[in-house]
């Protein structure tokens, strides 16, 4: 998914969605989006293991998984969250970053 598409995306969100995230109210009492150029600047300052790490965070708080201590005592099952998406076989690069792979933009061709 593209930058222009989630901003697309969240430019239309539903009110109850909205309230659910926080997002200011209007004097009218509307939930207002924010802006396209907010998001961008937010996604850039995270950078793709910020989003990827605060994206897991907030899913596994919402999910009821709290942190895991350690060392453990032995073998143990701990918790996970499986989040629907796409694997690549080595993604994870020399540096420990996982870096987010979006399709190429479409590219026309002359008639």
Same mark, same amino acid.
């Given at each position: 998914?593209?930058?222009?598409?989630?901003?697309?995306?969240?430019t239309?969100?539903?009110?109850?969605?909205? =309230?659910?995230? /926080? %997002? +200011?109210?209007?004097? &009218?009492?509307?939930?207002? #989006?924010?802006?396209?150029? *907010?998001?961008?600047?937010?996604?850039?300052?995270?950078?793709?293991?910020?989003?990827?790490?605060?994206?897991? =965070?907030?899913? /596994? %708080? +919402?999910?009821?998984? &709290?942190?895991?201590?350690? #060392?453990?005592?032995?073998? *143990?099952?701990?918790?996970?969250l499986?989040?629907?998406?796409?694997?690549?076989?080595?993604?994870?690069?020399?540096?420990?970053?996982?870096?987010?792979?979006?399709?190429?933009?479409?590219?026309?061709?002359?008639?």
């Open positions: 998914m593209s930058l222009v598409q989630i901003t697309d995306w969240v239309h969100a539903e009110q109850d969605l909205l =309230a659910a995230v /926080g %997002a +200011r109210q209007d004097r &009218g009492g509307r939930h207002v #989006p924010p802006h396209p150029d *907010t998001i961008e600047r937010v996604f850039s300052a995270l950078g793709a293991q910020g989003l990827a790490d605060h994206t897991g =965070a907030y899913l /596994g %708080a +919402r999910a009821g998984l &709290g942190p895991v201590g350690a #060392p453990m005592a032995g073998p *143990t099952l701990l918790p996970a499986a989040i629907d998406g796409k694997a690549i076989k080595g993604a994870i690069g020399t540096d420990g970053q996982i870096p987010i792979y979006s399709p190429p933009p479409p590219t026309r061709t002359p008639r």
